[in-house]
């Protein structure tokens, strides 16, 4: 999957009009900057911006904040069209915003990335109508949208690309060998059940049953934090193994984790597959260790 390859477009409105809360805008600009830079993904601006740099810079509180525009990469604005406001849907009747637009539709790029405090350009999505031809520009308004937006984006486009995000993005969930074996042999019904559903089921994994399973999770036994996670991912089911199932099938449910074999206790239900886990001590983490067909089960 290519992680390096998704520029997002700064919607200046904010930090224009807003002249009261300048150095909060830019705080909140530097935020996402430095949550697209451990991605390795480019926050643009207009080369043109049109703030009054002068005064800016005598106020100390904002020029120390202004230097790191310098680190963003510059959208050239020289020779470009603009498009007209009735060709945007929703229409906004906004020069800064219809000059991004027309941007957007020069260097075919479709995000734009919106001030949390941006009350005009609020739309989750914008059309532009040029030729007969629909592009879509998505907006992602404030830090813990685009926190969001990266967790499920770029979209896996096969079960190995699902298992590698979700290693980059959740940092105590990982993947075995046999975990990855035994997906690629039912990726069909991975693929039918849908991959950011997936990737959600993941991001509940890390969020909800890792600290549960750490015992950092307070408020919740086995039977209520088997139910907040079915409530988290839309109807999804994980249990853990009786002890009958354990003392008589247990062997195939090992995992070889730091040389030594691991039983997983743990399993989630989808569909006709399986997954297999266990929390591990020593790692601090979730291990995923078999993601294919139904291991057996005492009363079979």
Do not use: W
Request: proline fraction near 2%.
């Amino acid at each position: 999957m290519d992680y390096y390859n998704m520029d997002f477009y700064l919607n200046e409105n904010n930090l224009i009009v807003d002249k009261e809360n300048v150095a909060e805008n830019l705080k909140e600009i530097k935020q996402f900057y430095d949550l697209l830079k451990v991605k390795n993904y480019k926050l643009c601006i207009k080369d043109n911006l049109d703030l009054d740099y002068k005064n800016l810079n005598a106020d100390k509180s904002i020029s120390t904040l202004l230097v790191f525009l310098k680190y963003l990469d510059p959208i050239e604005t020289y020779g470009v069209n603009t498009i007209d406001c009735d060709e945007v849907d929703p229409f906004i009747d906004n020069y800064y915003f219809i000059e991004l637009m027309s941007l957007c539709h020069k260097y075919d790029n479709n995000i734009i990335l919106s001030s949390a405090n941006e009350h005009e350009i609020v739309n989750s999505e914008y059309k532009v109508n040029i030729n007969k031809r629909t592009e879509i520009v998505k907006n992602i308004i404030g830090k813990s949208k685009l926190e969001e937006y990266l967790i499920f984006n770029p979209a896996p486009k096969n079960i190995n690309e699902v298992f590698k995000k979700a290693e980059l993005e959740f940092p105590h969930i990982k993947f075995t060998d046999r975990a990855y074996k035994t997906a690629n042999s039912r990726e069909d019904i991975y693929k039918q059940y849908g991959f950011m559903k997936l990737l959600n089921i993941f991001r509940v994994l890390e969020t909800l049953v890792y600290p549960f399973l750490k015992g950092k999770l307070q408020g919740f036994f086995e039977d209520s934090i088997e139910e907040e996670f079915k409530k988290q991912t839309n109807g999804i089911e994980f249990s853990h193994e009786s002890d009958s199932t354990m003392n008589k099938y247990g062997k195939k449910r090992e995992v070889t984790i730091n040389g030594k074999k691991i039983k997983m206790s743990y399993h989630i239900k989808l569909g006709d597959n399986r997954m297999y886990f266990i929390y591990h001590k020593e790692d601090d983490c979730i291990y995923i260790g078999h993601s294919g067909e139904h291991l057996q089960i005492a009363d079979q």
